[in-house]
DNA sequence: ATAAACTATTTGACCTGTCAAATTGTTTCA
DNA sequence: TGAAACAATTTGACAGGTCAAATAGTTTAT
């Protein structure tokens, strides 16, 4: 049907970025998929319980530093969850400016019935891939995501 | 000024999604940064003109193809980068349905331009690992994304 | 005590990503 | 041929992401 001309030199996909962009993609997709099929929940509202079942009681800026997520996204998003009875919010007694969240009842009883599938889900993504390729992998992923944090001066 | 509970078993980011997605954050903030100051374009903006110096005179369908990109996505953005006189279109002879799209000169030369700097960011990204891990590291990536594609039926 | 500096959160504006339906052109096949 | 099936692209609606400015509360330093 058509005819590309053979790659000149670089390939797009060489770049690691494009490689990670592109399977982040893919990744999403799943994800987002098998949230709304078995909770109706969005990969955020699972991003942001997972990380209250951790970090409990945590305020938007802990959240935001935790998940690298923009505060403006997160603001809206707690309190729609709020008002979905996903979670709580109550007052910092010695500061007024801070929220502690917590996760409801509803939100604790949703994530473990969600979870298996989405550990289940891990498991089938790592597969093929042996202890020690993920233990480099891993290693990689940090260097990788330590020099993102650079920003070039020249 | 808080105290976090002990993580009581598993932590958000021992998910590879998890991962994944914080270092795609720090990535996409990196690389929009680099793009913006040094010429003007967005990341998905370099992309295309970056598909397109691959896979020349592509269509819609094709580039979607390539990077994964939602079509509609792809429309809006290619009707806003040939009124910015980075790409021309033109029609296909035998089904008028396709538009070959390509570099303007204009492009090619933002493109030279900027290249070198998103070369060095690749290898900045990079400069810590080894050869050897990243072989491991991509052979990882093409597992997980391969395994990523399922659509479990359980 | 109080203005200035700082911090947490919210809000507004705007761009990107995703899904589904609509539109337009092409192919198949009775 | 011409209706049905198909394919490429566009459009609409809406969630997610990013940035910057606004608001509200707290701390610091005079």
């Given at each position: 049907?058509?005819?590309?001309?053979?790659?000149?030199?670089?390939?797009?996909?060489?770049?690691?970025?494009?490689?990670l962009?592109?399977?982040?993609?893919?990744?999403?997709?799943?994800?987002?998929?098998?949230?709304?099929?078995?909770?109706?929940?969005?990969?955020?509202?699972?991003?942001?319980?997972?990380?209250?079942?951790?970090?409990?009681?945590?305020?938007?800026?802990?959240?935001?530093?935790?998940?690298?997520?923009?505060?403006?996204?997160?603001?809206?998003?707690?309190?729609?969850?709020?008002?979905?009875?996903?979670?709580?919010?109550?007052?910092?007694k010695?500061?007024?400016?801070?929220?502690?969240?917590?996760l409801?009842?509803?939100?604790?009883?949703?994530?473990a019935?969600?979870?298996?599938?989405?550990?289940?889900?891990?498991?089938?993504?790592?597969?093929?891939?042996?202890?020690?390729?993920?233990?480099?992998?891993?290693?990689v992923?940090?260097?990788?995501?330590?020099?993102?944090?650079?920003?070039?001066?020249?």
């Amino acid at each position: 049907m058509n005819t590309h001309d053979a790659p000149s030199y670089r390939t797009p996909s060489s770049f690691v970025t494009f490689r990670l962009a592109r399977l982040q993609s893919s990744l999403n997709a799943q994800g987002t998929a098998l949230l709304k099929s078995k909770a109706g929940l969005s990969l955020v509202e699972w991003r942001l319980i997972q990380t209250l079942r951790m970090f409990k009681n945590a305020s938007l800026t802990e959240i935001a530093d935790h998940v690298q997520m923009d505060k403006g996204q997160l603001s809206r998003k707690i309190k729609s969850m709020v008002e979905k009875g996903l979670l709580s919010a109550n007052t910092d007694k010695h500061d007024q400016r801070v929220q502690h969240l917590a996760l409801t009842p509803k939100a604790e009883q949703l994530s473990a019935q969600i979870m298996p599938f989405m550990e289940a889900r891990q498991q089938r993504l790592l597969a093929d891939v042996s202890p020690e390729d993920l233990e480099v992998f891993y290693r990689v992923v940090d260097k990788i995501e330590a020099a993102s944090k650079y920003r070039g001066v020249e």
